[in-house]
């Protein structure tokens, strides 16, 4: 369970509008922090047309290398850590150009700056 990589994961069970049921999520967490069974997630759902402009969520295509067979979207709104015995069967994994967009949208989710300082100065580093 690497970055970038895509797996089918079992949300269940959620609470309120939190993401649900059975369904693929990229790891997104760096692969050389932490020493617990997690992962860091962001979970995809169907891609919908009104979803454009939208900025946490970001369009994945269908792919031979992404395993998807559906037009997706990438929801970055609902980042979590997951525990790995969630994770039932890898799917595939997206190129770097894509982590880029899902960073760019988590920056934005998250009230993070390019410089890696939120708004209020604290510093992520």
Known sequence: M??????LVNLDPTLGAEIRKTRPALVVNDDELGVLPLRVIVPITDWKP?????PWLVELVPDIDNGLSKPSAADCFQVRSVAT???MRRLGTVPNSF??????ALAKVLHI???GKTSSGFSAK
Not at 50 to 54: L, N
Request: proline share 0%.
């Open 85 to 87: 015995v969630r994770f």
């Open 113 to 115: 700056q390019a410089s």
């Open 99 to 104: 982590l880029s967009d899902i960073e760019t």
């Open 50 to 54: 009104h979803y454009a402009g939208t």
């Open 2 to 7: 690497k970055r970038g990589e895509i797996w």
